[in-house]
C-alpha cells in the first residue's frame, strides 16, 4: 500500500511568480491537510479538504489556495510567491484523527 | 505565547540511556496529542497517538498525558543510534468527526551516541 506521495519533492522559483504542488492520499484516505514547515520550525496549518470542499483553514493569505478532486487527490497553489513562502509543504492525509504526512516539496523562492 | 512549546534542544544523549521528550500546551481544548518523529529533509513520521490522559506504550517508546498539568511526554527506552531525529509533538481538538488540524511544537533534534 502506497503512502502519502507528493511531487514535485524540490522546486525553485523567483518572487512573484505562481506554484502548484500536488498530493495522493494513502489508499482508502479521504481528507487532505496541508501544512508549512520552516527550518527548524513545527508545520504550520494551511488548511484542510474534505469532499472536494475547503473545511478548515489556518492563518495564511488568500494567495494560498487549493482544491481536492473527486479521487481525494488535491492541489496547493500559491500566487505571487514572496521570499518568506520558501519552506517544506507537506501534505497529511486521513480517515479519523491519525493523520499521516507524506515526504514533502521543498520550495525555494528566489 | 505560543499554544504549544517544546524545548528545540539540541538533545545529546549516550546509546542505551532513557529519553524524555516534553511539550506544554495552553488550550484545554486539546483532546487528542500526538508525537512524529521526523529525519533530516523527509516528512514526519507518526510515532504515537493518544486520547485524552493517560499512558501508551508501544515497544520502547512510551506516551504520556497530563491533562490537569497540560504536559505530554515521550519517553524512549534503550535509546539508538536510529533513533536520532526531530521529534514533533503535536495535539488538536475534538471538532467534530474526522481529523482537525494539528498544532505542532516547534521540535526538539535529538542524537543518540553511539
Known amino acids: 500500500d502506497a503512502g502519502v506521495t507528493q511531487s514535485p519533492t524540490h522546486l525553485i522559483k523567483t518572487r512573484g511568480q505562481q506554484v502548484t504542488l500536488r498530493c495522493s492520499p494513502k489508499s482508502g484516505h479521504d481528507t487532505v491537510s496541508w501544512y508549512q514547515q520552516a527550518l527548524g520550525q513545527g508545520p504550520q496549518f494551511i488548511f484542510q479538504?474534505?469532499?472536494?470542499?475547503?473545511?478548515q483553514r489556518g492563518n495564511f493569505p488568500d494567495r494560498f489556495s487549493g482544491h481536492q478532486f473527486p479521487n481525494y487527490s488535491s492541489e496547493l497553489n500559491v500566487n505571487a510567491l514572496l521570499l518568506g513562502d520558501s519552506a517544506l509543504y507537506l501534505c497529511?492525509?486521513?480517515?479519523?484523527?491519525?493523520?499521516?504526512f507524506g515526504p514533502g516539496t521543498r520550495l525555494t523562492v528566489l | 505565547q505560543k499554544e504549544v512549546e517544546q524545548d528545540p534542544g539540541p538533545l545529546s544523549v549516550p546509546e542505551g540511556a532513557i529519553v524524555s521528550l516534553n511539550c506544554t500546551y495552553s488550550?484545554?481544548?486539546?483532546?487528542?496529542f500526538m508525537w512524529y518523529r521526523q529525519y533530516s529533509r523527509k516528512g514526519p513520521e507518526l510515532l504515537m497517538y493518544t486520547y485524552s490522559s493517560g499512558n501508551k506504550e508501544d515497544g520502547r517508546f512510551t506516551a504520556q498525558v497530563d491533562k490537569s498539568s497540560k504536559y505530554i511526554s515521550l519517553f524512549i527506552r534503550d535509546s539508538q543510534p536510529s533513533d536520532s531525529a526531530t521529534y514533533l509533538c503535536?495535539?488538536?481538538?475534538?471538532?467534530?468527526?474526522?481529523?482537525?488540524?494539528?498544532?505542532f511544537g516547534q521540535g526538539t533534534r535529538l542524537t543518540i551516541n553511539p
Open positions: 488550550n484545554s481544548a486539546f483532546q487528542y
Open positions: 503535536a495535539m488538536s481538538p475534538p471538532l467534530g468527526q474526522g481529523a482537525q488540524k494539528l498544532v
Open positions: 497529511a492525509s486521513s480517515l479519523g484523527q491519525e493523520q499521516f
Open positions: 479538504y474534505y469532499e472536494e470542499e475547503e473545511r
